[in-house]
């Protein structure tokens, strides 16, 4: 009766697979009814229920799903070899379940609306425009660094403890729907990932875990870069499952907070979006626009850029192949280049705005 059960389980993974792609169709669909209907309920649901909890109970769950996965292995090695119908329908009920959980609970926000949409943005933008946009950041990141530093050589250290940035980052939200009201963010569920090690020699500053909610942040990466990339899971946990969307929400969130240091991070990670997008486009330019840059901020972009390259190993690139695999499938079709896209958010938005 059991095996029967898990024969008909393992089944349901092919018309859910085909509903999926179905409802990939439709965006408005999910706008509607899943992003802006079910998906809010279940978030909430989970965050009050896990947020309170000082540790992350998704990493907990990955742990446990491990070790049970490592014995079920071990203890059926022998029938493994035997009985391939056995660990066949084992293995794919098991996927069945989790398919279903992943878009029931978060992964149906892959099909939304693109953001520009949403914002009334354009998707498109000149090198004009791009120039513009990134002279503004600019010279609000510089005006803003000199008001931490008072000397425009020195780089920035967040003064405050990674859990207060949890605790801080709220307010970016508060002040943030008040311009764009969807992006009411409460309550609170976002901590250090008990994976930071082995988050950090994959390459990765954080993430969402789409089976319990609870956003995580890799508790190794540089201070100065904590707010945004807390403030970016929490986009995450919003329904922008993109990480380009979540890049720019999260990136408007650290600028719209109260508090310099989030200003400052969020400004200076616009502005690294777009000088990037510059020099690709037109070196000469950005070596031009570079030499504007504070050189304090320009050491906090080292300082970033010297802790990734000394966690370089060779699995780093096995893992970035696998989730821009992962994005692929989830209709952002440049993968990990998608990224790109939130210079297009970024420019557009700051276009006609005075900083």
Excluded at 218 to 231: E, G, M, Q, R, V
Aim: hydrophobic share 40%; glycine share 4%; proline share 4%.
């Amino acid at each position: 009766m059991l095996k029967k059960k898990k024969t008909i389980i393992a089944l349901l993974l092919i018309p859910q697979y085909l509903i999926v792609r179905l409802l990939s169709n439709y965006p408005e669909f999910i706008e509607n009814y899943y992003s802006n209907g079910l998906y809010p309920f279940i978030s909430k649901i989970f965050r009050y229920v896990l947020g309170w909890m000082p540790f992350s109970f998704g990493d907990l769950i990955y742990t446990l799903a491990i070790i049970y996965c490592v014995r079920w292995f071990f203890i059926n090695r022998k029938r493994l070899r035997k009985d391939t119908k056995f660990w066949f329908i084992d293995v794919f009920s098991a996927l069945s379940i989790i398919y279903f959980a992943f878009h029931l609970f978060w992964g149906l926000n892959y099909y939304r609306l693109p953001l520009h949409k949403n914002l009334n943005l354009n998707k498109n933008y000149t090198t004009e425009k791009l120039i513009g946009a990134t002279e503004k950041l600019l010279e609000s990141s510089n005006k803003i660094h000199l008001e931490i530093t008072k000397n425009d050589t020195v780089k920035v250290k967040i003064p405050f403890s990674k859990r207060t940035t949890f605790k801080l980052a709220l307010e970016g939200y508060e002040n943030l729907k008040q311009v764009f009201p969807d992006l009411e963010y409460k309550p609170r569920s976002i901590k250090k990932s008990l994976f930071s090690y082995p988050l950090t020699y994959m390459g990765f500053s954080g993430y969402l875990n789409p089976l319990t909610n609870e956003a995580q942040v890799n508790a190794l990466i540089p201070d100065y870069k904590f707010p945004t990339t807390t403030t970016h899971e929490m986009a995450h946990q919003l329904g922008y499952a993109a990480e380009n969307e979540a890049n720019f929400i999260g990136c408007l969130a650290a600028i719209n907070h109260d508090n310099v240091f989030f200003k400052y991070a969020g400004y200076t990670f616009a502005l690294r979006f777009c000088l990037n997008e510059i020099y690709r486009r037109d070196s000469c330019l950005y070596e031009d626009l570079i030499a504007d840059v504070n050189i304090g901020i320009l050491k906090n972009y080292k300082e970033s850029r010297d802790f990734w390259e000394a966690h370089q190993n060779p699995t780093e690139p096995f893992f970035k192949l696998f989730y821009g695999n992962f994005l692929k499938a989830n209709q952002q079709n440049k993968g990990m280049e998608s990224y790109s896209y939130v210079v297009a958010l970024l420019t557009n938005y700051f276009d006609n705005k005075t900083l």
